[in-house]
């Protein structure tokens, strides 16, 4: 029997739809001000108190900053209506937009690495760091996990792995805060060698943290599946729909945080088209209420 597309996919409610969409914006916004206020906070304090370290951290909150405007902007993009040119949608915008921010972290951390080295291979000239310099580290820190909790809880209810990759950008930020502030207690306490230290590691935790978001973003650009745990939960939702005697050749891509589903259905042979056509439209009802799918495209082979 020859290949059989299911209709379309039902969309949310518009009113549900923007409903996320306020509170991924909001939830952004928030980190707006925070970064923008901390970078330049960071900035100021580090150049005045003649802290690598802190000035590191400062371009950790700058690329955080910058970040939040990929969001604001990929995020209206991905939710815009499927047209001719994409017929699947734009969900894929969020995934550009993740692979963008990936590279960001990655040049800006190696950046940051490269300056602290050159650091580190002249001691002599690294100098004492003054006290305030803790202060606003200690402040960068609170602030900083405050927010990972509040934009990870919001990144969570709406399933979008762009604003969990943004949340988890502030948790790395907080973790730079801390190995910042154990930097410059080192350098207060007569090891100044310790700040450029933290500086490094700083830098080498959002250089991962870049490849670690980009890799992934580019591997869902090329059609990277589900996970083996959500085939066979989508597997489970087609085999239990009744009149479907077995499902084999289960195939899914990424398409932003959603999925695109091809499968083989198995259905009595001796069924009538339309009978046959009724067990993939609930097939297809199933799996969409059930999982997080975009499409659902079947083929259906006679027993």
Known sequence: MPSHPDHAPTPPSHADAA?????????????????????????????FSASQGLIADGLHSLTDLLSDIIVLVAGPQSRK?????????????????????????????????????VRLEAPEAVPPVHAVALGVAVLALVAKEGLFRYMLAIAERLRSTLLVANAWHARSDAASSLVVGIGIVGNLCGYPLLDPIAALIVGGMV???????????????MDRGADAEALAAITATLAATPGVRGVHDL?????????AVDAHLEVDGALTVAAAHEITVEARRRVMAEHKVLSVMTHLDPV
Do not use: C
Request: net charge positive.
């Open 81 to 117: 209506e499927a047209d001719a040119e994409h017929p699947y949608g734009h969900q894929r915008f969020e995934t550009a937009a993740t692979l963008a921010l990936g590279v960001l972290m990655l040049v800006v951390g190696i950046g940051m690495v490269a300056s602290a080295v």
């Open 19 to 47: 409903v996320r969409a306020a509170a991924g914006t909001r939830s952004t916004w928030v980190s707006v001000a925070v970064n923008l206020g901390l970078a330049s906070l960071q900035f100021a304090i580090g150049i």
């Open 207 to 221: 250089a991962h943290m870049g490849w670690k978001f980009g890799w992934g973003a580019l591997q869902d650009l």
């Open 251 to 259: 195939r899914t891509r990424r398409m932003g945080d959603l999925l």
